[in-house]
């Protein structure tokens, strides 16, 4: 049987045998593939260097029906994050990209949209500044998954929020007026909702270069973690991570 090729991002490896790997593909021809690596600990020919999370390959593989995992022949080295520096900044944000990938995307459906915008993003992320890619990145996947609320509007009573201040809850879909909010709300500002509408109009690289504190839009970057944490119905470890980087 002929093989399947695609390019690829690794998400996750697991060990599996002596010198297997179970790995995780996000490939761009059938979305997310989990196959089986043989004798990968081995192999440098065939996989050295390739399987890194968030590597981008070229991936050669087999798909055989009844069978739930693929045989992940060889990988070829497209782009690596390991060809700079990981601080440990870096590579928190690397796994938070792969953890929000695994977690939300579907088997064997393809997404070209998602798959642009990683690549974009990892371009992005070569260097010590995380925090403008992430937030480009969990503001983009949400909306590309469906989940993000209209920011214009309140939720509760359809108030037009344009120059009103707006709210938040970890229970609650969608945005608040002041009247609307529930206790132990948080607010939205105006900063981080005009610099929202801005990212959706202009690709990641136009950012790239400006000064861009943790503290800059932490509030949508915490609307958009609870967003998705109440989708999967679990906490993302990385969130966890993430909150704990000076």
């Not at 390019?7 to 599996?16: K, S, W």
């Not at 925090?131 to 969990?138: L, Q, V």
């Not at 879909?173 to 709300?185: E, Q, T």
């Not at 119905?233 to 909150?243: N, P, R």
Request: aromatic fraction near 8%.
């Amino acid at each position: 049987m002929a093989l399947r090729e695609s390019e690829a991002i690794v998400l996750r490896t697991y060990p599996l045998r002596e010198a297997d790997l179970l790995v995780t593909l996000f490939t761009r021809a059938e979305g997310k593939v989990h196959g089986v690596a043989r004798s990968a600990k081995k192999s440098k020919r065939r996989f050295g260097g390739a399987l890194e999370p968030l590597t981008y390959v070229r991936a050669f593989y087999d798909v055989r029906e009844r069978q739930e995992l693929a045989r992940l022949d060889s990988c070829e080295v497209l782009e690596s994050p390991m060809a700079s520096e990981v601080s440990y900044a870096r590579a928190v944000a690397l796994g938070h990209i792969a953890e929000l990938l695994d977690e939300l995307l579907p088997d064997h459906e393809a997404n070209d949209a998602i798959f642009r915008l990683t690549l974009s993003v990892l371009q992005m992320l070569t260097g010590p500044e995380i925090w403008m890619p992430i937030t480009y990145f969990d503001l983009w996947l949400t909306r590309l998954v469906g989940f993000l609320p209209e920011f214009t509007e309140c939720v509760v009573c359809g108030r037009n929020l344009n120059g009103d201040r707006a709210y938040f809850h970890a229970l609650a879909d969608g945005l608040m007026c002041a009247d609307d909010r529930r206790l132990a709300s948080s607010e939205l500002t105006p900063e981080s909702r005009a610099l929202a509408a801005r990212m959706f109009r202009a690709p990641v690289d136009v950012f790239s270069g400006m000064s861009w504190p943790k503290s800059q839009a932490a509030d949508l970057r915490k609307l958009l973690i609870q967003i998705l944490q109440r989708h999967i119905e679990k906490k993302l470890v990385t969130a966890g991570m993430l909150e704990k980087i000076d």
